[in-house]
């Protein structure tokens, strides 16, 4: 897998790798479960991983990713090492720009809303790069970056794939909806896909509009409405998403404006990482867009 660099040149993808305790301190946690289903596809893609102190520590007590080249140790987090991923994020220079985050979170911990922690987070949306919390999203990002750099299909992904069978949740903030609705027209096929499909008040009528001009049946609706977010909805899909009954959720968010029902959001966040084995949540249009692509370059596989 490569990306560009400098004019004419073109460089293996980086990413920031960083786990709360919670997801490397026992030999079945998390960062070592993502790690044994997906080292052959870091291999593959030549993956560069830019990890942070404790995580990568963890990493080679393991003895995961023996000799791989590609592994890049950071300082501990209260040395700065976070930081150094977020500054990294934003890109300092050719050698120091990373394509996105993953930060396994444990969402009752407090350093996940250290500044350093939500500024990682909000810098990936703001420059439409991945920031994957859960070890469902970061198992699916690797198969989602396999195929576009033209690898068979693993077969153990199937799971993030089989569509008919999961419920999609569709939210996007007052000046991210314009955004939604494009995506949702030029992807709707593949989004109708889904077994059921849930949004906030504003965006599932602007969604339900969209699908019936499209030729949806008038009589139902395309995706089920909940409230609006400040009146709840981002709290009534966080308990789908706990009980299990929502699987996936594309969030577009607009990083640039504090809102009053900020808590709820957040809320819902936690619900995601709380079910950090089954949640996938992506969080900008250019991420969310690549992953559709992938599910119909992974559907034309021979």
């Not at 942070?52 to 700065?80: K, N, Q």
Request: proline share 6%; aromatic share 8%; net charge negative.
């Amino acid at each position: 897998m490569t990306y560009e660099g400098s004019p004419g040149t073109q460089r293996a993808m980086r990413i920031g790798l960083v786990a709360n305790s919670l997801h490397y301190t026992a030999p079945d946690a998390a960062l070592f479960r993502w790690l044994r289903a997906c080292e052959p596809g870091i291999r593959e893609l030549d993956l560069g991983l830019h990890v942070v102190g404790r995580t990568h520590d963890a990493i080679v007590a393991e003895g995961m990713l023996a000799g791989y080249a590609g592994l890049r140790r950071y300082p501990y987090g209260r040395d700065g090492g976070l930081m150094k991923l977020v500054a990294e994020v934003v890109g300092l220079d050719e050698e120091r720009t990373l394509d996105g985050a993953i930060y396994l979170l444990n969402p009752v911990t407090p350093s996940s809303v250290f500044p350093e922690a939500t500024a990682l987070k909000r810098q990936c949306v703001i420059h439409g790069k991945p920031f994957v919390s859960t070890l469902a999203g970061a198992r699916d990002w690797i198969e989602m970056e396999r195929i576009h750099a033209g690898f068979a299909p693993d077969p153990d992904a199937d799971r993030f794939y089989a569509l008919e069978q999961q419920t999609l949740a569709l939210i996007a903030h007052d000046a991210m909806k314009p955004q939604m609705q494009a995506f949702a027209d030029a992807h709707f096929d593949v989004l109708s896909r889904f077994a059921h499909r849930v949004a906030t008040g504003t965006t599932g009528q602007m969604l339900n509009e969209l699908a019936w001009r499209r030729g949806w049946p008038q009589d139902r609706p395309w995706a089920e409405r909940y409230r609006s977010g400040p009146m709840g909805g981002d709290a009534q899909i966080a308990d789908l998403v706990l009980e299990g009954r929502c699987h996936r959720a594309i969030f577009f968010e607009d990083p640039h404006v504090a809102r009053q029902h900020e808590a709820d959001i957040q809320l819902l966040e936690r619900a995601v990482t709380t079910v950090t084995d089954n949640a996938v949540c992506f969080t900008s249009p250019q991420v969310a867009a690549r992953w559709v692509e992938a599910v119909s370059k992974r559907a034309a596989s021979p």
